[in-house]
């Protein structure tokens, strides 16, 4: 949720142009709180953002620059891509794939990158 800001961003910008977007459950700050660091709450989150997934048509990541990383995927969107690839649901990437550990298995999911332009989205 680091990049909060950046996806509500780009939830209004696609909202805008008529795509109806699901995100990942947030809290109104955007910062975690102590109860959903726990593990059964985490549970739950994961489970209610994978059903979003299952139900969407495409997953769209937005990879911003963290952890000094041009395009950063970390652990959860990492397994919410898996998760859509399993399904067989079409996977976009904001910004270019990174270079870190997994860029082999991220490529292998075939994503289509869309290098910071929103308008190149097609489902």
């Known amino acids: 949720m680091k990049l909060r800001e950046q996806m509500l961003q780009v939830e209004e910008e696609l909202t805008a142009h008529g795509f109806s977007v699901l995100l990942p ?25 994978l059903h979003k997934i299952r139900e969407a048509d495409a997953v769209l990541v937005v990879n911003g620059r963290l952890k000094d990383i041009d395009g950063y995927i970390g652990a959860n969107s990492f397994l919410e891509m898996g998760f859509a690839f399993a399904y067989g649901k079409k996977i976009f990437l904001l910004n270019d794939i990174p270079e870190q550990p997994n860029k082999i298995e991220i490529a292998g999911m075939r994503p289509v990158v869309l290098g910071g332009d929103l308008s190149h989205l097609s489902v």
Not at 33 to 44: C, I, K, T, V, Y
């Open 25 to 49: 459950n947030m809290n109104e700050a955007g910062e975690r709180a102590a109860e959903l660091d726990q593990p059964d709450s985490r549970n739950q989150i994961i489970l209610d953002h």
